[in-house]
Structures are given as structure tokens and as C-alpha cells.
């Protein structure tokens, strides 16, 4: 079985800081997503990173793929509130042949920037 | 549609009651994927479907769970007898391919929260 591990599991900040979200496997991922999710809605796709060692921006967010594709980082810089939410990585099955919609997910963190 | 609709929002069940969920996917989107969060924001994985075919239902508890997608019919996922850990959200997904990819991400809903009492 594939397991994700986030960390941390909260996250409580000021406006204006940095900050860095892992989520960490002891398997190989073929891709790896982030997604925020806010309180009555779904998860919402951020980046996929695919290729080892690859690195994606999106604004003030950093998506980092490790280069053996066993782990991720997220990190934000200059946090804004209105970046408060559930931060979620999944990955697909590795095993050819299943299903890449049945994804595994981290626990999530729970960022809470405040003003 | 251009979203994953969901109904009910909310629904409340006492415990051996049925429940079920309705999930209409965006429309041409081939793929359908239901997942459980429950406590700690853990999501589970329930099942797909390729259409109205079964495509991986691993994840769905055999006994009290089922689900259909039928043509020109909203998605649903039925619990028969419900208990108390049934208690969760339930999100649906769509994809226009085999979701997880760069090319063809899910779409996810905005789920519906089952209190079983």
C-alpha cells in the first residue's frame, strides 16, 4: 500500500511569512498533485509535477518533486489569508493497468493565515 | 454542466436507514470517482466508472454500499442500513480520461455530508 505522510499536520501564521508543507512516501510515484480544499467545497487542483526533480510556480506557490519522485514540497511565500485552507497531495496507483483516479492522499495541512 | 453537481449538501439518516447521493459529472467527462473524507480530513477511495461500466471498485465496502451511473442519469451511491462511521463527506469526481494525469485532472464536487444518528 502507498502512503502519503504530510507534514505539519497545522500550520498557524502571520500574513507576510513563508512557509513549507512536505509530504513525504516511502514509494515511487509516477506524478504527485496538490490540491486546496476549502471549508464545504472540494479539493481543487493546484499542480501536477511529474518529472523528478521538477519544480512548478504558480504566483507565490513553489511545487518541488523530489528526484527520486518519493516526496514533494509546497512553499509559500509572503502568505496571505486568503491562502488559508486544506492543502492536500495525492498521488496515482504505480501498478500498470489500475485506475490514475484512484489516488492516494496525504492527511493534509491545515494553514491558517492570520491578518 | 461546468461543475460536479452534488445533492443533497446535507443529509441526515438514523442509524439502519438508507441513504443516497446523487452526483451529475461535467458534462463529456467520461470517468466518475467517489471518495469518503472522514475524520482528519482522510480520503478514501469508493469506486469508478468508465461511463456506466464499473471501472475499479476496490475501495467500496461490499456489504451496505452500491453505487450506478446510468446513461442520461445522475451518478449515485446508495448505503443501505447506515451506521454511526458511516458519517463522513462523500465526494464525487469527474474526468474527462482516466483522472490522476497532467492532461486530465478530476474535477471534484463539493460533496454531501452524511450524519448518521
Known amino acids: 500500500t502507498q502512503l502519503l505522510e504530510q507534514s505539519p499536520q497545522f500550520l498557524s501564521i502571520q500574513e507576510g511569512e513563508n512557509l513549507t508543507v512536505y509530504c513525504n512516501s516511502s514509494?515511487?510515484?509516477?506524478?504527485l498533485q496538490w490540491y486546496r480544499q476549502e471549508p464545504g467545497e472540494g479539493p481543487v487542483l493546484l499542480v501536477t509535477v511529474v518529472t523528478g526533480g521538477e519544480v512548478k510556480k504558480l504566483k507565490r506557490l513553489t511545487f518541488q518533486f523530489g528526484d527520486a519522485r518519493k516526496d514533494s514540497s509546497l512553499h509559500i511565500t509572503a502568505a496571505q489569508p486568503g491562502d488559508t485552507g486544506l492543502y492536500l497531495c495525492a498521488g496515482p496507483p504505480n501498478a500498470g493497468g489500475t485506475s490514475y483516479g484512484k489516488l492516494t492522499f496525504g492527511q493534509g495541512t491545515i494553514l491558517t493565515v492570520h491578518p | 454542466g461546468e461543475e460536479v453537481a452534488q445533492t443533497p449538501k446535507h443529509l441526515v439518516r438514523g442509524e439502519g436507514q438508507k441513504a443516497k447521493l446523487y452526483c451529475a459529472p461535467i458534462k463529456g467527462h467520461s470517468y466518475v470517482f467517489w471518495y469518503q473524507q472522514v475524520l482528519k480530513n482522510e480520503f478514501k477511495f469508493l469506486i469508478s466508472?468508465?461511463?456506466?461500466?464499473?471501472?475499479?471498485e476496490t475501495g467500496m465496502p461490499k456489504e451496505r454500499f452500491s453505487a450506478k451511473c446510468l446513461p442520461n442519469s445522475p451518478c449515485s451511491l446508495e448505503i443501505q442500513a447506515t451506521k454511526l462511521e458511516d458519517s463522513a463527506v462523500y465526494f464525487c469526481?469527474?474526468?474527462?480520461?482516466?483522472?490522476?494525469?497532467?492532461?486530465?485532472?478530476?474535477?471534484f464536487g463539493n460533496g454531501t455530508r452524511l450524519t448518521v444518528t
Open positions: 514509494s515511487v510515484f509516477s506524478s
Open positions: 466508472f468508465q461511463n456506466e461500466n464499473v471501472f475499479d
Open positions: 469526481a469527474s474526468s474527462r480520461l482516466d483522472g490522476g494525469s497532467r492532461s486530465s485532472p478530476l474535477h
